[in-house]
């Protein structure tokens, strides 16, 4: 039988960078919340956290990768929301965006875990940060937790 390596949902003794967009931050302050939640009910502990507010979501992959090559965090949440509005503008920057935070998760080999909520309206992005849909912020801190450990057992 094949050896099979995954991460665990073991938040002790990890180190989390969480950038959060301030623009449209009634919702991205609920992801953030839905975030720290995951974290802390999964054993991380506060001194090992590092929250960065960004202008807005164009601007977190540029700080992403700025604070993956400290080497200080052992993954990167990046929480943001993009709203459709009457312009292609949206398109544009959820397009970047995404492809921006991809990048610096390939370029720096670390987890840069997609937290950024793409919507086509208001009710949509509240739906998603913690009403109907559950709390993406607390699933982007999961799937951060799980990816961390999976680079912790690849390098065992």
């Keep these: 039988m094949p050896k099979v390596i995954q991460g665990n949902l073991d938040a002790k003794n990890l180190r989390f960078g969480i950038i959060v967009s301030r623009f449209n931050e009634f919702v991205s302050e609920r992801l953030l919340e839905g975030a720290l939640d995951c974290l802390e009910r999964h054993g991380a502990e506060e001194k090992n956290i590092s929250i960065f507010k960004v202008p ?8 992403a990768k700025r604070i993956a ?15 459709r509005g009457e312009t292609p ?6 397009a970047e965006v995404t492809k921006g935070i991809a990048s610096v998760g390939m370029e720096t ?3 840069v875990i997609f937290g950024v909520l793409t919507s086509e309206n208001l009710d949509q992005a509240i739906e ?3 009403a ?7 699933m982007t801190a999961l799937s951060a937790i799980e ?5 912790r057992a690849a390098k065992a």
Excluded at 56 to 63: A, K
Excluded at 132 to 138: A, E, F, H, V
Aim: aromatic share 12%; charged share 20%.
């Design 56 to 63: 807005g979501c164009f601007e977190i992959p540029l700080f």
């Design 69 to 83: 090559d400290t080497k200080k965090h052992d993954a990167i949440i990046c929480l943001g929301v993009l709203i």
């Design 89 to 94: 503008h949206f398109d544009f920057l959820s």
């Design 109 to 111: 080999g670390m987890p």
């Design 128 to 130: 998603r940060a913690g």
């Design 132 to 138: 109907k849909s559950g709390n993406k912020g607390w």
């Design 147 to 151: 990816m961390a450990n999976l680079y």
